[in-house]
């Protein structure tokens, strides 16, 4: 099995309403990513977890709450957004660190209304 | 802060024409991935390089590092319809410990 799953694929949210995004891998690996990205842009790092630690959090605002329940599910609560963080957020894992490559969900398309 | 920017941003390109994209680095790079992300779709890993000058081929795509280590750089020969897509260099620094993706490269391809 070489997938990482998210779900749900699409999130149309109110600004005072509370989600989460999930996201599942069962390759073994021990570092799983958030990623943000807008449309024609880059993926930009959000959150890395390592060995089900937070390691990296690219100063993103409290509204974006990561866990790691365990080594294969990575989930992102959310609270309290705003219209621009409407975007697709990408889960990723990989092997060990980042120096390995990267397998990539098919996102969540979050819209903030 | 450490930057990878590509250029082109942008390249239409006409059915069996060749096509490459530069990815170029503020900081000296640990390694650097490739990654093609499809209209509608998500990042898919190509490749990794590693060291100084390195040269990988895959099929009709050929990657290069550069000796400083800090540009790379992706040629498609004889592109075809499915070649359309995003492609993405990402870097990885140790200074950071992160990996940076590039601005992306959009190609088209008109068959």
């Known amino acids: 099995d070489t997938e990482v799953t998210q779900t749900p694929k699409h999130l149309v949210m109110g600004m005072t309403n509370k989600k989460s995004l999930k996201c599942e891998q069962h390759m073994g690996h021990r570092a799983m990513y958030w990623y943000k990205q807008k449309a024609k842009k880059p993926p930009e790092l959000m959150f890395v977890?390592?060995?089900?630690?937070?390691?990296i959090n690219e100063s993103v605002p409290s509204r974006f709450s990561p866990e790691c329940p365990n080594s294969s599910l990575l989930n992102l609560h959310l609270h309290a957004l705003q219209p621009e963080d409407s975007a697709l957020y990408l889960c990723a894992s990989s092997q060990a660190n980042t120096l390995d490559e990267a397998f990539f969900g098919q996102g969540t398309r979050l819209t903030v209304v | 802060g450490q930057q990878v920017m590509q250029i082109p941003q942008y390249q239409h390109v006409q059915e069996g024409e060749d096509f490459t994209t530069y990815c170029n680095s503020s900081t000296t790079l640990s390694n650097i991935q490739w990654y093609k992300q499809r209209p509608g779709g998500h990042p898919v890993f190509l490749i990794q390089?590693?060291?100084?000058?390195e040269v990988k081929k895959q099929k009709r795509l050929t990657f290069q590092f550069g000796e400083a280590k800090k540009n790379s750089s992706l040629h498609i020969t004889a592109t075809q319809t499915t070649d359309v897509g995003t492609y993405f260099c990402?870097?990885?620094?140790?200074?950071?410990?992160?990996?940076?993706f590039g601005t992306g490269t959009r190609l088209q391809v008109f068959p």
């Open positions: 977890y390592s060995y089900e630690k937070l390691s």
């Open positions: 390089l590693v060291k100084s000058g």
């Open positions: 990402a870097g990885f620094s140790y200074n950071t410990d992160k990996l940076i």
